[in-house]
């Protein structure tokens, strides 16, 4: 079994740079693609950062220029750097992780982050 557990959210004033962590726990051989998603209230969840295993990286429009996806293979993590924050960044952001083997990729718990003008 795989668990995915976010850190560092919170309620953060609109500039704010907080630092989102994820860890993967459990039987794992190696991970493939890691990402961000969020999902605001009454929104559909988004996309709004990857990076393979070699650390090629995709963002989101909405996120490219003030956050960064970064990852540490030996430590199954992977983080997200928010500078720049606005109001509209409000969400719940959610891990994902492409464990190899598995037959389909995990979510971790999802973490709020609160923007507050």
């Known amino acids: 079994q795989v668990q995915l557990v976010e850190s560092g959210g919170g309620l953060v004033q609109a500039g704010g740079s907080p630092r989102l962590s994820c860890v993967a726990f459990g039987s794992i051989f190696s991970i493939n693609d890691m990402g961000w998603y969020r999902q605001a209230p009454g929104k559909q969840r988004e996309l709004v950062a990857t990076?393979?295993?070699?650390?090629?990286?995709n963002y989101a429009y909405s996120v490219k220029g003030r956050f960064t996806i970064s990852r540490d293979n030996a430590k199954n993590t992977v983080y997200l750097q928010m500078n720049s924050l606005k109001p509209e960044d409000t969400a719940v952001y959610y891990c994902?992780?492409?464990?190899?083997?598995?037959?389909?990729?995990?979510w971790g718990q999802g973490t709020q982050v609160t923007v507050s003008s």
């Open positions: 990076i393979t295993s070699g650390g090629r990286t």
């Open positions: 994902n992780a492409d464990i190899t083997g598995a037959r389909l990729a995990y």
